[in-house]
């Protein structure tokens, strides 16, 4: 079975940082892609930053400039680094990976975290 861990969050202070990470394991037999979603109280869901098998990247709008999304295939761990943080950035945090597990190698399923929860107040 694929399973998505995160791990990082915290409660920070506006302008602090965090680093949250995100390990895959499990039957994999590859990665298409990874990201990192939020959702605030009452907010949908929205997308924070995605990387791809060949390390291209996008980012919200919202969080250019501050957050950076990397990734280690060797770990299968994917990493978003969150600087200058602000009361908006509060919310639950959840990764996702496109994944393709070792016995369907054909299909690419989208697998989510059970998330981690970042607040930012002073």
């Known amino acids: 079975q694929v399973q998505l861990v995160e791990s990082g969050g915290g409660l920070v202070q506006p302008g602090g940082s965090l680093r949250l990470s995100c390990a895959a394991s499990?039957?994999?037999?590859?990665?298409?892609?990874m990201g990192w979603y939020r959702q605030a109280p009452g907010k949908q869901r929205e997308l924070v930053a995605v990387?791809?098998?060949?390390?291209?990247?996008d980012y919200a709008d919202s969080v250019k400039g501050r957050f950076t999304i990397s990734r280690d295939n060797a770990k299968n761990t994917v990493y978003l680094q969150m600087n200058s943080l602000k009361p908006e950035d509060t919310a639950v945090y959840y990764c996702?990976?496109?994944?393709?597990?070792?016995?369907?190698?054909?299909?690419?399923?989208?697998?989510w975290g059970q998330g981690t929860q970042v607040t930012v107040s002073s």
């Open positions: 499990g039957s994999i037999f590859s990665i298409k892609a």
């Open positions: 990387i791809t098998s060949g390390e291209r990247t």
């Open positions: 996702n990976g496109r994944i393709s597990p070792a016995q369907a190698t054909f299909a690419t399923w989208n697998y």
